[in-house]
Each structure stands twice: as structure tokens, then as C-alpha cells.
């Protein structure tokens, strides 16, 4: 079992940046990849940037490539999503999520434990 707690959205102006943290619990933490998620209202939730086991390899959405940066600290148990050069479309719900062992990297469907969600608001 993993309980996962996102921190560190707020308001930000359009180019502007913000450090989102995921911590989770559990001692089994390092074994899992861990993923991004974000949900604007109307919309349906989309894959941002995903980590895997090591930390050495990542995956990114198109929409921010070169812009967010995914990050884990395994001693820590925590994981980061850098967000730089903020878009007002980038305003959603974002969700810390923590992959199974089937599915891929990018399916919400592959993923199974999640957080309560932390708000980005970009404001143009």
C-alpha cells in the first residue's frame, strides 16, 4: 500500500514557475515508477511526465517537454515535477500517481494509487 500527498500548487502569473512535491509512504516507494497526471475542469485527466525505478529514465508529455522537469528522491520518498515557463492551459488539478505492474507509462488505467490533487493555477 502507498499513500501519496501532493504539495506546493498555488497561483502563479504566466511564465512563471512552480515546484510541485509528491510524498509517499510506504517502504515499497522505490519500486514503483511514478507519474504525473492533470485534470483541467471539462477535460478528461492526461499523462504529464512519468519517472522510473532508478530515477535515470523519464517520459514527458509533448506539452511540456522543455519546460517540466520530473524528479525523485528515493531516500526521500518524494517526487517532483518542476514546472517552468508556466501557460495559462497549464491551469488543472495535478495528480501524483503510482504505477502498477501492467500497462504503460503513459495510461492513467496503468496506474494505482493516486493523491488527493494539488491546484495550478496560471494566470495570464
Known amino acids: 500500500q502507498v499513500q501519496l500527498v501532493e504539495s506546493g500548487g498555488g497561483l502563479v502569473q504566466a511564465g512563471g514557475s512552480l515546484r510541485l512535491s509528491c510524498a509517499a509512504s510506504?517502504?515499497?516507494?522505490?519500486?514503483?515508477?511514478m507519474g504525473w497526471f492533470r485534470q483541467a475542469p471539462g477535460k478528461e485527466r492526461e499523462f504529464v511526465a512519468a519517472?522510473?525505478?532508478?530515477?535515470?529514465?523519464?517520459t514527458s508529455a509533448d506539452s511540456v517537454k522543455g519546460r517540466f522537469t520530473i524528479s525523485r528522491d528515493n531516500a526521500k520518498n518524494t517526487v517532483y515535477l518542476q514546472m517552468n515557463i508556466l501557460k495559462p492551459e497549464d491551469t488543472a488539478v495535478y495528480y501524483c500517481?503510482?504505477?502498477?505492474?501492467?500497462?504503460?507509462?503513459?495510461?492513467?488505467?496503468?496506474?494505482?494509487?493516486w493523491g488527493q490533487g494539488t491546484q495550478v493555477t496560471v494566470s495570464s
Open positions: 510506504g517502504r515499497t516507494f522505490s519500486t514503483y515508477t
Open positions: 500517481a503510482a504505477k502498477g505492474p501492467v500497462g504503460g507509462t503513459t495510461n492513467k488505467g496503468a496506474y494505482v494509487y
Open positions: 519517472i522510473r525505478l532508478s530515477g535515470g529514465s523519464t
